[in-house]
């Protein structure tokens, strides 16, 4: 630069620029900066997308009685905190805010009545439209394919039989491929079904064993499980399985009872919030306390239908479970108890499915948008020692939360039932990246009690600080209409406390002084007061915080990807536009500091991606640069637990096992996951699978 621009000159140019890494630029000119659609010329540079993106989602408040300097004022804080890679909104935003393409949201459930189409739009056929629009767009869908008769059940109607949810499946993965996003991004699915299914046999097969890598290539699957099944695998009991078929008839009693059944509701929240609601609503048909019975009542019911095909030994379907994902890494778990336990909105009706990733369960029809903020910029250095920036986390979260509702203005719904839905809740997610890197900056190696600690106090502040937005922002533009403050749960409440999250996993060690102190100011923050703020002037958004993978605009931000460890030191990434060396820029720098960054070193590094094993590196160098492969099992779901217990929607996280890690393995894990409070489960072992849906990394 000095040779160039005169000796200090080149500080003179906008410096934001050159905060954006190679591989940064190569991702947002390849899909995200605008052409011309004519010349293909691009019309945009970085920081020119930065500011549509600013100004577009700024320009909103106008509508809330906002006075154009003020919009502008805030139209400068959003393009400060994106162009400074503080925190970058999910892909759609980036790529669609002000274009014609208007959905500007990554996830997406949509429900899948059993019939070919409904007058209310729910039907499979109408299910596979609603996601030809979405994923055209950019989203990703997720779907619950429990209502669908099983394979071989009967079709009235024609007098036919019927062939299964796992087809119908089949077209939705075909028509996937088929709209491939308007060529920028690949559409992603995922497929639930709930463990009562009669057809969850072959659910739980359709991606593995011979199908594996050939099969619903765009889905990633999971099933559904509830804490009845649960602990009937501990016990080694049987549990049924059920055709929905059986049970379409709603309102009556017939259907409450083997819907309770089929659902295996827990009892101690169903129970009591089904009370509560009925003493609102003084008692609708299916909610009469008279009618509230147990699950084995239920079943018995169930029985005399005719709606229970077979009884199954619960341990031997989580076996195939687990067979079934050692092999492949699908399918994952959704906790559908937990997930409803711990919904605040849980009155609005049942949640039954995720987006494709796992950090969004949501009703039929919501979609959520997703931001992230990246924790390694907040991580500064002074004589005294290193410190976390908490005054910048708290200012960059307040305007990401106004960005983020903002954007549920600003979107172009595909579909009326969508927009209805996104706006009577609101949901928002703001998540995190860079997490593996502020552990590195901090010196704290991603495998320690330490890290879990530090996860776990970052995580509540960010949540507060979160929701203390979305009030702020409820008193000036109002609550989300479905708002209801009494019934409005809070899931700090309910938070497990850190020591238990040890217990479980059965790792040994108390936090430092160093991290305590770290992150004392944590320890000062008061969620009841907060909650008397709620109740007082309301809430804009049902949900605050969730944290996504990150999979895109971590690259863009130039940082590791959500909460997940570094993948590999040194690697090839294959994404759809190419193949990217990379080396992550803090190893190369620990490398420099004991004068180990010549070509021959970081070659070899580049073989295995890994220095764990190496023993000619610094033992330093060892600790704090393990590998997604490397960490233990239990420390990757500990980084989950604890971002879970402060998150009000979901925790995307993959559980990256070594290649040779056998099925008990994957056991261990998901039914530890149980325990842990964890709303969903997913594993991958190393070499499992040619490829991954979204992305994938080659260590050569
Ligand atoms: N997603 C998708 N297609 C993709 C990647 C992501 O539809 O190729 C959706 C999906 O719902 C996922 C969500 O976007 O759960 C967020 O993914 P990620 O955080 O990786 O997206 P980014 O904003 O980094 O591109």
Redesign the pocket.
Known sequence: YNHVYGKGKWKDFDPKDLLLTYNALKVLEARYLLKDPNTLRYIETPQMMFRRVAKYLASVELKYGKSESEVKALEEKFYEIMSNLRF?P???TLMNSGTRLGILS???VIPVRDSMTTPEGDGIYDALRAMALV?QQ?????FDFSELRPKGDVVASTAGVASGPVSFMKIFDVSTDVVK?GGK????NMGVMHVWHAEIEDFINSKSGKLKDVQLQNFNISVGVYDYFMEKVERGEEVPLITPRKTRIPGTDHDYYINKARNYMSEEWAQEEILNELEEKGGAVWLDESKIITVDEALVIAEKEGAIIRWINARSLFNEIVKSAWDSGDPGLLFIDEINRRHPVWYLGKINAT??????PLLPWESCN?G?INLEKFVKETENGKYIDWDGLAETIKYAVRLLDNVIDANKYPLKQIEQATKSTRKVGL?VMGLARMLIKLGIPYDSVDAIYLSYQVAKFIYYHAFKTSIELAKEKGSFPVYDPLRYHDIWESARPFEYLLEVTKVEGKPSEYVRKLTAIVDKLDFSELKAERIKHGLRNATVVSV???????IIAGTS??IEPLFALAFIRNVAVGKFMEIDSLFLEYLRKYELDNPEVVKKVAETGTVGENMFMPATIRKLFRTAHEVPPEFHLLHQAAWQQWNDSGT?KTINLRSEEPPETVERVYLMAWKLGVKGITVYRDKSKSQQ???FGIKK
């Open positions: 970058l999910n892909t759609p990554a996830c997406f994923h950019g989203g990703g869908t997720g996003q991004r690949r559409g992603a987006n494709p990733c796992g950090e969004e997703l992230s998540g996504a993978p990150t999979g895109t605009i971590s990807s959500s995307s849906v979204i992305y």
